[in-house]
């Protein structure tokens, strides 16, 4: 298929059409949200109390899996950016990458029979082929939101759905896999062997409905000569708007992986509330969910970039609320709490990546060319390689505080270690997420503007110095 050539303010998609695009790309970060919500919230536990790994080498697994993204996110996106295909450039990736991702996801929940070392060789090698499936499939499929619609709206209105999925996912992650867990009388290894291939099934079903709805849908020009790696890279380095992204993306999400990670080992051995892991985390990312539409308002009347300042500031009275509660504070307070934490949560999930559409137009700005693959596969390796090192941090500070993982009550050093974790971090990355997020250079004062310099760019004239045009738009 010839794909057709469009000006940014080109004409929107029908009402119904918009649905349809809305809600089916919206359902694919049913996978991210969930897929990444059940390794954030469960895979350190299980490494150290289930596989029967030490938390160091836990870390060491998840970290080695996050820098093995280094290569694979980026180069998705560079090869995604260069596929010429009658079905477009992303979705025949969606199809490709069903089987690897139904396989992975089951085998990093498998306990082998090995000991030692060679046990941990195997969760290592099942871990980078968790996250290379995952590049597979997400970094096209984030590429490929900016190219669904060409109007601002539609595309806040796109990935808004996107991440009320990312976080409907993230919220069964933190219910439904605990619940199935235990309700397998027994070798628990069962439970979570039966998890992992329930939502395995459900991820691949996903990928295929996505590959059949989003084929040939793709509106942007196709570049005619593809950038080299090493150049988008330099043409990265110069988007400034992309440097502050990534900083407010890192930062958006090292709180929620820290604080994911770290939350069963909090409610076991500080709260002393064991069992009570679905309810605690389920209200909080319930609360996330519903505090989207309030993100959505915002972003309209407020812009993006005030609107994840907002969120931040939520965030980190949230973190200080859980700074007051301990063993004898009553559930009802622990809960309210949490649910309190779940509304600057939902920032995290609303605006870093409802940004990049933004940073891809100033990009063509700058320099002629559409990249959204590699920037796509630059974020989704910042997201995953934030959680790697959050994972490892995590692993490091319970093996040196004296955590032993089949002990049922732990030693006040690891204890208070676990809560210092838990809350203290997440709340000084919140406040400097915020001071991020409010030097970001477009919002709805420059958008316009940013849209004439790429329609510009797309007609051959020359723009002059964009950052110079935006900084003087009012």
């Excluded at 409610?267 to 002393?272: D, G, H």
Aim: aromatic share 12%.
């Amino acid at each position: 298929m010839t794909q057709e050539k469009t000006d940014i303010t080109a004409s929107p998609l029908p009402p119904k059409e918009m649905r349809k695009v809305r809600l089916v790309y919206g359902l694919g970060d049913f996978y991210g949200g969930g897929a990444m919500g059940i390794v954030g919230l469960l895979y350190l536990f299980f490494l150290t109390n289930i596989a029967g790994i030490s938390p160091l080498q836990a870390g060491l697994v998840v970290f080695i899996g996050g820098v093995f993204d280094a290569i694979t996110d980026p180069l998705m996106g560079t090869i995604s950016d260069r596929t010429r295909s009658k079905r477009g450039r992303r979705a025949p990736f969606f199809l490709w990458g069903v089987i690897p991702v139904v396989i992975s996801f089951i085998f990093i929940w498998y306990v082998p029979a090995l000991s030692g070392w060679w046990l941990v060789l195997y969760y290592i090698f099942v871990f980078c082929f968790f996250n290379g499936a995952f590049a597979i499939v997400m970094v096209p499929y984030a590429a490929l939101a900016p190219e669904l619609s060409p109007d601002a709206g539609q595309r806040t209105s796109i990935i808004g759905t996107r991440m009320a999925f990312s976080v409907f996912g993230a919220l069964l992650a933190a219910v439904v896999p605990m619940l199935i867990i235990e309700s397998i009388g027994g070798d628990v290894r069962v439970g979570y062997i039966l998890m992992a291939l329930l939502f395995a099934l459900i991820f691949g079903a996903i990928w295929l409905l996505m590959y059949f709805v989003m084929r040939g849908r793709e509106i942007a020009p196709a570049q005619k000569h593809p950038t080299k790696i090493g150049t988008s890279l330099k043409q990265m380095g110069k988007n400034k708007p992309f440097r502050i992204l990534v900083a407010v993306y890192l930062l958006a999400f090292i709180p929620n992986d820290i604080t994911g990670a770290n939350f069963i080992y909090f409610l076991n051995f500080y709260l002393l509330r064991e069992g009570y892991f679905s309810l605690v985390v389920g209200l909080t990312m319930v609360v996330a969910v519903l505090s989207l539409p309030f993100y959505i308002m915002l972003i309209k009347r407020w812009g993006k970039p005030k609107t994840m300042v907002v969120g931040c500031l939520l965030r980190t009275a949230g973190l200080l609320t859980l700074l007051l509660i301990g063993p004898e504070t009553p559930l009802w307070l622990i809960l309210a709490f949490s649910a309190f934490h779940g509304i600057g949560m939902g920032s995290s999930y609303a605006v870093p990546w409802a940004l990049l559409p933004e940073v891809t137009d100033y990009d063509e700005a700058l320099t002629g060319e559409r990249n959204e693959g590699i920037y796509a596969g630059i974020m989704t390796f910042i997201r995953k390689l934030s959680s790697a090192l959050a994972m490892l941090m995590i692993g490091a500070i319970l093996q040196f505080s004296g955590y032993v993982g089949d002990a049922a009550v732990q030693s006040e050093t690891a204890v208070t270690a676990i809560r210092m974790t838990t809350i203290l971090l997440p709340l000084v990355c919140s406040l400097i997420c915020a001071f991020a997020a409010a030097r970001f250079p477009i919002g709805p004062h420059n958008l316009g503007k940013l849209r004439e310099l790429v329609d510009a760019r797309r007609r051959g004239e020359e723009v002059g110095d964009v950052e110079k045009m935006l900084e003087r738009t009012k």
